[in-house]
């Protein structure tokens, strides 16, 4: 099927430099004034439809999120949040914002869960009169520092996809001092900040992922500090296919796909693939997204099965994209061959009722942008199954109900073919929609709404 970028509404007035899925929604946080054009300050989230504040935001730049023991957690560059004193980092519940701790003397950068304990980094040094140097860990009752911490700004933070007895804690950054050059890890049985044994890199490190069973570390760096070649991108200390010809600032791995992004313009060994800001490695060689953006990506999600990308991009597949948009549909969408549908068409889901999976089929007689999302019978977004352009065809999709409660679903199709405008495209809303079993509507010129009622059996 097709892939392509897609805006998430009006988007936001400003750069975006973290993404994270609380709640079943999307948060973004940045340095912005408005989301949708309404007043949202440095912080926002999207429910799938709309763009919403967080009561009135912070007073200064949100740099990282991490959700964590129920709680979404904000750090950035902020002395406030929604008018409460909160020193750099606070906590939202999906209903207000709470201070924690006695917050700290600079910005956060980066969040983690490690051994069940939040960690966060930056460029503080002190946590009430506590020295931490960059780095501390909030065990639920009090911040800690973790082995004396650094002497440079730490930007990432990653633990390894191990048990969580044998896991180890990675810090990224700018630091420089004794053996760390850039890079250290860290288990509580050491009570120290170790060095890697490639010894670490030449410029600072921003992103880390884990991916095919070793760490991936993205940054500034050009070569380890051992002088092997590591092109902003490196594996176990090694260049990572290639690389890029410019710095990263975001990694994602997803399955076999292991997504970088940042401010870079080919991708790969030697001359390498044009790929603006974004690409992926699908495991045996690089792929472009569509044209990319055209400015910097500082961070990506995958939610629901689609990529997100925020930055400091207006634009992104040639398309308007206000710093934050969507790339592609969703995994395990398959064409199913024959001849081409006369007639758009939403089949009725196979097996009915199901648990917890179930196939949903749709036919598209010419190429068209397409929706398929799920909804509670109170109109709440459960998933997003496919978001994006595809050819004409018959289609399917898998739907992993695995989280949902048994009940009834609402299984949305929304098509719009390429060459007909929405009646009411300067607002980006719809006008109107199916609801009922087998309902069809028409929302807009030339686009069609067919819902299904799924039967969910736990």
Known sequence: MGQSWVALGDGVDGPVYCLAVYKNQLYAGGKFATADGTPASNIARWDGEAWFPLGSGTNGAVRALFVHDGQLYVGGDFTSCDGLTCSFVARWDGIGWSAFGSGLNGPVFSMTEYQRALYIGGDFTRVGSTAVNRIAVWD???????SGG???TVYA?????????????YVGGAFVQQDLARIAWYHPAYQTLLATVWGGFNAPVFA???YDGGLVAGGSF???????AASHVAQRGHDFN?????DVYALRSEGRDLYAAGTFGRVGPGSGLEAANAAKWNGDSWETLGTGTNDTVRTLVVFQGLLYAGGEFDSAGGRPANH??????????E????????????LQNYPNPFNPRTTIGYALPRASDVRVQIFSTLGLLAATLVEGVQEAGSYEVQFDASGLASGVYLCQLRVRPLDLPLLDSASGRDSGSGTGPGRYSRSGAGEVVQTKRLLLLK
């Open 242 to 246: 290639g690389g890029t010809d410019g």
């Open 208 to 210: 880390f992922a884990n």
């Open 335 to 346: 064409s199913v061959h024959g001849e081409l549908p006369l007639n758009i068409r939403l």
């Open 140 to 146: 639920g009752q009090a911040w800690r520092p973790v």
């Open 222 to 228: 050009t070569s380890t500090a051992a002088g092997s």
């Open 324 to 333: 934050v948009a969507r790339w592609g549909a969703a995994t395990g969408v």
């Open 157 to 169: 933070l990653e633990v390894t996809d191990a048990s969580e007895l044998y896991a180890d804690l």
């Open 150 to 152: 650094v002497n440079g």
